[in-house]
């Protein structure tokens, strides 16, 4: 195997295993009292109101411009006969934004990747085990499509989307960007559990 390829691999491997020791470390004090575990736990669900909020927000955004761009083609390809060159271009990259934006949101509210069914009949230390388990999975998929999502960005900079004439990096960022509001939403979703859907689900 290419050791190029094998490095991100390896930190992140590292950076995983520290990160789910310090999310284990600080989740252990739910109380409002003082302490450095309650100031890394505060820390990290104010970063995450701020980020989830944002990528809420930039997701939705991303929405409303492909189902711009959407009915745009449309009116212009059966009303005008004229399609336009470049509303099915942004129609895709408003997708991808939305998708891995709404990632991080996902993430939040537990919603995305979980495993209900152990976690709904384990209690104690085998529930925080699954809880950490599966966070250490997002950590580290999360983790290796920064880097490799980083890598592809750089390398596309010089390239240009057909009809939009602008850099492909724009759409390709969103890996990364999307992968980072990820990363902290299943950071705070493990030091604050959100899951009412699945508490409710039938």
Do not use: K
């Not at 927000?57 to 959407?70: D, F, K, M, P, R």
């Not at 991080?104 to 209900?116: E, F, P, T």
Request: aromatic share 10%.
């Amino acid at each position: 195997m290419n050791p190029m390829n094998v490095m991100p691999l390896q930190v992140t491997v590292a950076a995983t295993v520290v990160a789910v020791g310090v999310a284990l470390w600080a989740g252990r004090e739910q109380g409002r009292g003082g302490g450095p575990r309650s100031a890394v736990r505060r820390a990290v669900l104010a970063l995450d109101r701020v980020s989830t909020g944002v990528a809420s927000i930039l997701a939705c955004i991303a929405l409303a411009v492909a189902v711009s761009a959407g009915a745009w083609q449309v009116f212009s390809r059966f009303a005008t006969e004229t399609p336009s060159p470049w509303s099915e271009a942004l129609v895709r990259i408003s997708l991808i934004w939305m998708c891995y934006l709404g990632v991080a949101v996902a993430l939040r509210a537990g919603a995305l990747v979980s495993i209900d069914v152990a976690h709904r009949y384990s209690r104690g230390a085998v529930r925080r085990a699954v809880e950490a388990a599966t966070l250490a999975f997002v950590l580290s998929f999360m983790g290796v499509m920064f880097w490799f999502g980083w890598a592809m960005t750089e390398r596309v900079q010089f390239q240009t989307i057909a009809g939009l004439e602008f850099s492909m990096a724009y759409a390709y960022a969103a890996i990364p960007l999307g992968a980072v509001f990820a990363m902290v939403g299943a950071t705070a979703h493990f030091l604050d559990r959100r899951a009412e859907e699945l508490e409710n689900a039938v």
